[in-house]
């Protein structure tokens, strides 16, 4: 969900593993993936996600060699098939895997003014994390791992 409160992204998944990470999902190319109200399109690559324990984050590690990391709020598990965590906005993408590009500060920046202070500070430090310590950290490799299955 989109912060505060509208439905940003689905998908189709299958839970592959739970470990100290997190769960992991895989998302076959050509799931149907909706990114917003009305806006569906197929996957181009097959992926996994992690969906961390606490972080605030998650993460998708595609065949096409990138990993996209959305920041979010920490995952909300309202069944063992649905997953609610809220988009803060800050993305974060390594399209080859290594060099790390932020994407949609700007929308950061204009939107989160109105969000709890706390929200926003989270958001900042895992930015931060996820721009110094990820690409070769041992999330990243397990996710390499996960993808590989």
């Keep these: 969900m989109k912060w505060p409160s509208h439905e940003h992204r689905t998908h189709t998944h299958d839970l592959i593993d739970v470990d100290v990470h997190g769960h992991w999902l895989r998302v076959p ?3 149907d993936v909706s990114a917003g109200p009305g806006w ?6 097959d992926a996994v996600l992690l969906v961390p324990t606490a972080a605030w984050w998650t993460a998708y590690w ?6 996209y990391i959305d920041i979010t709020t920490p995952a909300s598990w309202l069944s063992t098939h649905r997953v609610t965590v809220f988009d803060l906005a ?3 993408f390594y399209p080859d895997g290594t060099q790390p590009r932020v994407l949609d500060r700007d929308e950061f920046d204009n939107e989160s003014p109105g969000w709890p202070a706390e929200y926003r500070r989270r958001a900042l430090v895992a930015l931060d994390e996820l721009l ?7 999330v990243a490799a397990a996710g390499w791992r996960h993808l590989s299955m």
């Excluded at 569906?40 to 690559?45: D, L, N, Q, S, V």
């Excluded at 110094?132 to 041992?138: E, I, K, L, S």
């Design 29 to 31: 190319a050509r799931s």
């Design 40 to 45: 569906e399109f197929a996957a181009h690559h």
């Design 62 to 67: 595609s065949t096409h060699g990138s990993i």
């Design 90 to 92: 800050l993305d974060v």
């Design 132 to 138: 110094n310590d990820f690409a070769d950290g041992p």
